[in-house]
């Protein structure tokens, strides 16, 4: 999913992908990074 936020006068360009259960792909304007809940 895409969203479009903006933070103290700042936009971001977020995109958010589950990858496996609990794990997910966050893209922040280019910036990727791999996240897992637990």
């Known amino acids: 999913?895409?969203?479009?936020?903006?933070?103290?006068?700042k936009e971001y360009e977020v995109e958010v992908d589950e990858v496996y259960k609990n794990v997910f792909e966050v893209v922040v304007n280019g910036k990727r990074a791999i996240i897992k809940l637990e």
């Open 1 to 9: 999913m895409k969203y479009r936020i903006k933070v103290l006068g």
